[in-house]
């Protein structure tokens, strides 16, 4: 079997279990889903998700957002970990978007990862989720099940996101990402995984990390 065909077998497994995957952080706009993707980062979609009702009640909005404080922000968020640093680099990218894109998200990849507390990850999820570019976001649950799968050998999620974008057409980016996440959270872990029962791992598991 070829690589190419191997990719196509997994692409054609994750449409038939995630056939129109949806995004799982709950947001409104572009600026909702930006906060909420900077909220994720070592925390779970769930934990966000019950988290920024209580923000955007108060903020949901980057004008909003400056009129807390740092210290403000940081007891509503504190559930979501790493409240420090993301407390800072949301008040922070909020008075940027005001001084310098009247109050919008610019929609480019520099613009985004120019922004306090937003990496490539966070600008890609962005740019993918709300403004429809082909983006490819990489985190360590997908970067573990492409090492698994034998899709990469990458060290590093950087080296992980352009096996990916080599391998998988273009137009299935924004897609194959959200399946890759859904797909791990039902039926490939990082613990407690039984290779044999997952539909993936069954065929393509990594001979090194057979049992």
């Known amino acids: 079997m070829t690589k190419a065909e191997k990719v196509n077998d997994i692409l054609g497994t994750l449409d038939h279990y995630y056939p129109e995957p949806p995004i799982p952080l ?5 600026y909702t889903l930006l906060v ?9 979609d769930e ?23 740092v210290e403000e922000i940081r007891e509503i968020i504190k559930p979501c970990g790493l409240s420090p640093m993301k407390s800072k680099g949301i008040h922070g990218l909020s008075q940027i978007l005001i001084d310098k894109y009247n109050g919008e998200v ?9 922004l306090p507390a937003v990496g490539h990850k966070t600008a890609s999820v962005v740019m993918t989720q709300w403004f ?5 976001p990489v985190d360590t649950h997908i970067h573990r099940l492409a090492y698994r799968w034998g899709l990469t050998n990458g060290k590093s999620v950087e080296q992980t996101e352009k096996d990916l974008k080599r391998l998988i057409p273009e137009s299935k980016w924004n897609k194959a990402h959200l399946q890759i996440i859904y797909y791990g959270r039902e039926y490939c872990p990082a613990r407690g995984h039984h290779w044999q029962e997952c539909p993936i791992c069954a065929k393509y598991l990594r001979k090194d990390l057979r049992d």
């Open 132 to 136: 429809g570019v082909p983006a490819f």
């Open 26 to 30: 709950h947001h409104k706009d572009a």
């Open 106 to 114: 610019p929609n480019t990849f520099e613009g985004l990862e120019e």
């Open 36 to 44: 909420s993707v900077l909220l994720s980062a070592q925390c779970t």
């Open 47 to 69: 934990r966000v998700n019950k988290t920024t009702p209580t923000l955007f009640k108060q903020a949901d909005n980057p004008y909003d957002m400056v009129k807390l404080s």
